[in-house]
Each structure stands twice: as C-alpha cells, then as structure tokens.
C-alpha cells in the first residue's frame, strides 16, 4: 500500500510540477509543496494505522481557544 501511494504522489508531482516551474510563482510552489508534503503525511500515517487527531478538530480547538472565535 506504501508504493501505490508513493506511486500516486509522485504521478500527481510530475503533472503538477512543470506547470509550476513554468509559471515561475515561488509564492505558489511553497503552497503547493507545503498541502503537497502535509497530504502525503498524512496519508502515510494512515497507511501505517498510526493514531492521527483529525486536522478539523485541530483547527477547530485554534479558533476556540487561540482566536476566541466560536461559531
């Protein structure tokens, strides 16, 4: 399972990537790279059953608690 998910990330890299290249917006290949590497950990945890807390509780506990916003 570990392959076919590296195998995956690294198809969607090498569409991606030149376009990036090509555009030459370093603003949005640090954004790219930073939802590209946070998604690919994520879902490496998940392959290897390691305990993850969800990233919606994580920012829903960062809008309560740091920017005192509720909804």
């Known amino acids: 399972m570990i392959l076919i998910l590296i195998i995956g990330?690294?198809?969607?890299?090498?569409?991606d990537l030149p376009r990036l290249?090509?555009?030459k917006q370093l603003r949005l290949f640090i954004v790219y790279g930073g939802i590209y590497v946070t998604a690919f950990t994520l879902w490496l945890l998940f392959l290897l059953?390691?305990?993850?807390?969800?990233?919606?509780?994580?920012?829903?506990?960062?809008?309560?608690?740091v920017l005192n916003i509720s909804y």
Do not use: E, G, Q, Y
């Not at 990330?9 to 569409?15: D, E, K, N, Y």
């Not at 919606?56 to 506990?61: A, G, K």
């Open 9 to 15: 990330f690294s198809a969607m890299l090498l569409i």
């Open 49 to 65: 059953r390691i305990p993850v807390v969800s990233p919606f509780t994580l920012l829903s506990d960062f809008f309560k608690h």
């Open 21 to 23: 290249i090509k555009a």
